[in-house]
């Protein structure tokens, strides 16, 4: 059975239920930053709870994922529009059209050469993009993969999770692509964050586990209690842990290095929590599509 350790949760308005508040990050401003994937906005709330949002055009971009850039601003994807955004903490954005057409990115991170990676869920393939917007684009050796989430691994390769060819890729600098199966059929892994143990982690919502692959490919699975919990997305904490959304349980969930599960519920009923950050003073927070961000102090 998963241990119910307590928590203080706080609750923050920050959309219309209809925003769809999506993908959030811990900016460098030490505030948090969200997609307000329907409304085609980018957002910001401060630890207190006060909220700005600045509009894209059109709205109907879609931004989806959104990350903390080398340049300080905050960099996203927009997977409608088929373009990546920036943000100052200004709030001044422009945006980057993809070369491909409907490409449809999705996942986004700093790789260790200080450019951006990203996903092209819709085209199979990754793309990288520099500070001052210069794009290169590498091709899946697989067709129908739809690239998802990627990560910064601690061997100078981006892992990214591939939901519908059930597996995992990491690219190194040069675009070399390496895919490691997953053993269980039809996980389809989304969410994927680097570990503080030289692994990667990373969630399987159709399978209700979360995953562990080290860089020479060695793969553990560890079963949700509430194998229909649906996990989506995952990030570290400072500690070593790793805390992911249950999207269909409406909780918030935590794994130790050593695979022990910890769960949180969540106060308001049916609030479908997707993305996941570590804000500042270790605080956890994830969106949810109703229209606030949670706050996790763990006690």
Known sequence: ?????????????????????????????????????????????????????????????????????????????????????????????????????DAGPFGIATGPDDALWFTEAGADRIGRITTSGQITEFPLPLSGAFPSAIAAGPDDRLWFTMNQANAIGAIGPGGDITVHPLPTPAAAPVGITAGADDALWFVEIGAGQIGRITPDGKIDEFALPDRSARPHAITTDTGGNCWFTEWGA????????????????????????????????????????????????PH
């Open 250 to 297: 409406n909780r918030i969930g935590r794994i130790t290095p050593d695979g022990r599960i910890d769960e949180y519920d969540l106060p308001s009923p049916s609030s479908e929590p997707h993305g996941i950050t570590q804000g500042p003073g270790g605080t956890i927070w994830t969106v949810q599509e109703i229209g606030t961000i949670a706050r996790l102090t």
């Open 1 to 101: 059975m998963p241990r119910r350790p307590t928590a203080s949760i706080a609750e923050f308005p920050v959309s219309g239920k209809d925003a769809g508040p999506y993908g959030i990050t811990c900016g460098p401003d030490g505030a948090l930053w969200f997609t307000m994937v329907h409304h085609g906005r980018i957002g910001r709330v401060t630890p207190e709870g006060d909220v700005t949002s600045y509009p894209l055009q059109p709205a109907s971009t879609g931004p989806s994922t959104i990350t903390t850039g080398p340049d300080d601003a905050l960099w996203f994807t927009e997977f409608r529009a088929h373009r990546i955004g920036r943000v100052t903490t200004a709030g001044e954005v422009e945006s980057f059209v993809l070369p491909t057409p």
